[in-house]
C-alpha cells in the first residue's frame, strides 16, 4: 500500500474510532478528573498503541509517522492522547536497551494490553529539569536495589502495571561527568505500591493523573535493571526525539481542532448584524493561527521522516515540538478570543483544551530548554549550563 494510502486510511479509522467518544466523554471526565479507561481499553484494543512495538513482539511494527497520526487524531477529535500516550512511546527503553528476556516477557504483554507501562519516573521537586542532579538513590544489596528519594509529577502511575523509573546508582560527587551513574529500572507497581512506593495524587490545572511519589526502601530486583548500570541519561536522550514528534502531533491535533471550532463559531455568531467571522480582527488571527499550525505540521512531518529513516532527527524533532506548541497555544487563544465569553463556558470544551494545550509549553520539555538545545547544540553557542 502506498504511504498516502495507509496514513489516509489509518486516519480515517482513529478518526471512526474517537467518533464513539465526544466532547461530553472527555468534559464529564474532567468535571469528575477522572481516567479515561474506556477510551484508552478501546485504543488498546483496536492496536494502535502497540503502533511502535515490533511484530515479532506482538505490535503493529509501525513507525513514528504513523504512531502520531494517531495521537494527532486523537487530540483533534476533541480527546487527549496524553491519557494514554506515553504506553506507546515508554516501552522504546526498553524495546532498545532491554534484554532479550525482558523484551520477550514485557512487549507482547504490553502490545495486548494486558501489562500497561504508561509511568516514567524523571522529574524531582529539588532538581526539575537539571536530570543529572537527581537524588533518587538506588543502592545494590545483594538481588534487589533498594530505592529511596522523591519524584514529583509523575503521571498515570495509578493506570500502570509498571513504571520506568530513574535513579541514581553512583551519587553525582563520585562520577566523572554528571551525565554518567544514573541507571533505569523497571518498577513492578502491583508489588511496589504499599511495599516502600507511595503514591499521592496532585490536583492540578488539567485532568492529568498524575501524581507525587515517596521511595522508602523500595526493593526492585536487580534483573528489573534496563540496560546497563550508570547508563541510564543516554538511554533517556535516546527515547526523546520520538517523544518530542508524538507530542508535536498531539499539539497539531489541537491546533486542527481549535481552528475548525473558531472557524465553525466565527461563521454562526451574529453580531452587530453580521458574522463575527466577517470582521478582520476575528478572521486574520484565526488565519495566521491556521498558517503557523499548518507550517509547524510540516517541519513535525519531516521529523518523522528522518526518524523512521534512521537518519538523526534531534534538531527536527525539538524544532517540531517547539513550533506545534506554540501553534497550539496560538489557536487556543484566538478560539477563546473568537467565542468571547462562551469560551470561558465548559459546555463548549474551548476551555477544557486551552488548560491541556498549554502544558505542553512546560512538559515534558518546557520551550526554553528546547531553544537551549538548538542554541548550543545546533548554533554552536556558548552553553548557558
Ligand atoms: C501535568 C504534568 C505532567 C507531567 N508528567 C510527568 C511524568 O509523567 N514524568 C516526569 O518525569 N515528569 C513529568 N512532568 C514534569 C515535567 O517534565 C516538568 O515539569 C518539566 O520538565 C519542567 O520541570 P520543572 O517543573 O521542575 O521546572 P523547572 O526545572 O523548575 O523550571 C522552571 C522554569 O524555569 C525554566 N528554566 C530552568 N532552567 C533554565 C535555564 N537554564 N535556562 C532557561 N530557562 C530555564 C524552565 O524552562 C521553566 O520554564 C509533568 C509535569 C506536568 C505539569
Redesign the pocket.
Known amino acids: 500500500m502506498a504511504i498516502n494510502e495507509l496514513h489516509n486510511d489509518l486516519r480515517t479509522a482513529v478518526r471512526e474510532l474517537c467518533a464513539r467518544f465526544p466532547d461530553s466523554y472527555w468534559r464529564e471526565l474532567d468535571a469528575r478528573e477522572a481516567y479515561p479507561e474506556e477510551f484508552v481499553k478501546t485504543l488498546t484494543n483496536a492496536g494502535y498503541l502497540a503502533a511502535l512495538i515490533p511484530e515479532e513482539l506482538g505490535g503493529s511494527g509501525l513507525g513514528v509517522a504513523e504512531a502520531s497520526i494517531v495521537l494527532e487524531e486523537v487530540n483533534r477529535s476533541g480527546g487527549n492522547s496524553a491519557a494514554c500516550h506515553?504506553q506507546m512511546y515508554t516501552m522504546g527503553t526498553l524495546l532498545r536497551h532491554g534484554s532479550e528476556e525482558q523484551r520477550r516477557h514485557y512487549l507482547p504483554k504490553i502490545a495486548s494490553g494486558d501489562l500497561r507501562l504508561q509511568?516514567?519516573?524523571?522529574?524531582e521537586p529539588t532538581t526539575?529539569?537539571?536530570t543529572t542532579q537527581m537524588k533518587t538513590m538506588a543502592v545494590r544489596r545483594g538481588n534487589h536495589y533498594v530505592v529511596n528519594g522523591q519524584?514529583?509529577?509523575?503521571?498515570?502511575v495509578e493506570h500502570s502495571d509498571l513504571m520506568l523509573l530513574v535513579v541514581r546508582t553512583t551519587p553525582v560527587e563520585e562520577v566523572q561527568k554528571k551525565t554518567e551513574g544514573l541507571s533505569i529500572l523497571l518498577v513492578d507497581l502491583r508489588d511496589a505500591i504499599g511495599n516502600g512506593m507511595t503514591v499521592n495524587p496532585i490536583r492540578?490545572m488539567?485532568n492529568?493523573a498524575?501524581t507525587e511519589v515517596f521511595f522508602d526502601n523500595l526493593e526492585v530486583p536487580v534483573e528489573n535493571r534496563v540496560g546497563e548500570e550508570g547508563k541510564g541519561f543516554r538511554y533517556l536522550l535516546d527515547g526523546l526525539n520520538a517523544e518530542r514528534i508524538l507530542i508535536a502531533a498531539e499539539c497539531v491535533g489541537d491546533g486542527r481542532w481549535f481552528i475548525e471550532r473558531a472557524c465553525r463559531y466565527a461563521k454562526d455568531r451574529v453580531v452587530f448584524g453580521r458574522p463575527i467571522g466577517q470582521n478582520q480582527g476575528i478572521q486574520f488571527p484565526i488565519a495566521r493561527a491556521h498558517v503557523n499550525v499548518e507550517a509547524a505540521d510540516l517541519m513535525r512531518v519531516r521529523a518523522a521522516d528522518l526518524f523512521d529513516d534512521g537518519q538523526p532527527c534531534g534538531a527536527e524533532a525539538n524544532m517540531a515540538k517547539l513550533l506545534a506548541a506554540d501553534a497550539s497555544w496560538e489557536a487556543a487563544n484566538v478560539t477563546m478570543q473568537t467565542y468571547g465569553g462562551f469560551g470561558f463556558a465548559e459546555e463548549f470544551d474551548v476551555e477544557r483544551k486551552f488548560r491541556e494545550t498549554r502544558?505542553y509549553q512546560?512538559?515534558?520539555?518546557?520551550?526554553?530548554?528546547i531553544l537551549?538545545f538548538i542554541g548550543q547544540h545546533v548554533l554552536g553557542l556558548p552553553r548557558?549550563?
Not at 151 to 156: E, F, G, L, Q, T
Not at 362 to 369: E, G, M, Q, V, W
Request: glycine content about 6%.
Open positions: 506515553a509511568a516514567f519516573g524523571v522529574t526539575g529539569t537539571d519524584k514529583v509529577w509523575i503521571s498515570r492540578a488539567i492529568h498524575t502544558l512546560t512538559a515534558p520539555i518546557s520551550t526554553n530548554l537551549a548557558s549550563f
